[in-house]
């Protein structure tokens, strides 16, 4: 389970950061950085936090009810941020991702970072990766229910734009179903071009 014993080891002005959609096919990759002062973080933890977890330990529902009370709460610092597809294309979805990052920590102000992952060496202000971060401590368990419930909401308005992928189901990912879907219609215009497209 999520604590913030990490949190406390960097003091009170510390945000927490994730990412979602390294791995899909179409779409940006989106980043999300949360903060909360500490004395009310440990409140929030025994109440109405108390249900936030990895991202990928939710439903869709469960993550959907985390996310509104997240960005409710008063005193919550959070920022999503994102970079395109076309970014991807230009950078590579490394430097991406790590792109979105730090427009999501610039979001939210200058502070320490504690980033799930690998280190991230071109955020803005000192940090410290967390390996597994996302089931360890509160902020970036937070920061990756922002950060997969504002990709899910972009996968539908993909779905929307381009219908016939079947987006809103397989959230751009590499499925048989969306390959089928590329040799038959070819990719839209915010699919990753430098991605492997066909198999």
Request: hydrophobic residues 40%; charged residues 25%.
């Amino acid at each position: 389970m999520v604590d913030l014993e990490l949190e406390h080891a960097q003091g009170d002005l510390v945000m927490g950061i994730d990412e979602a959609g390294r791995g899909p096919l179409v779409g940006g990759v989106y980043a999300a950085a949360v903060h909360v002062p500490l004395a009310l973080a440990d409140e929030l933890l025994a109440g109405a936090w108390r249900g936030i977890n990895d991202s990928k330990q939710l439903s869709g529902k469960k993550r959907e009810e985390l996310a509104e009370i997240i960005k409710r709460t008063p005193a919550c610092k959070w920022c999503v941020a994102s970079a395109s597809a076309k970014e991807i294309d230009e950078l590579n979805i490394l430097k991406a991702t790590h792109l979105a990052m730090r427009r999501a920590a610039e979001g939210v102000g200058e502070m320490k970072i504690l980033v799930d992952g690998l280190p991230v060496k071109t955020l803005p202000y000192p940090s410290q990766n967390v390996i597994k971060g996302d089931a360890k401590s509160l902020f970036i368990a937070a920061a990756s229910i922002l950060a997969k419930t504002a990709r899910d909401a972009d996968c539908l308005r993909l779905e929307r734009l381009y219908p016939g992928y079947g987006i809103a189901k397989h959230k751009g990912y590499p499925t048989k179903a969306h390959y089928e879907a590329l040799k038959r219609l070819g990719p839209c215009p915010e699919h990753r071009m430098s991605f492997r497209l066909d198999k």
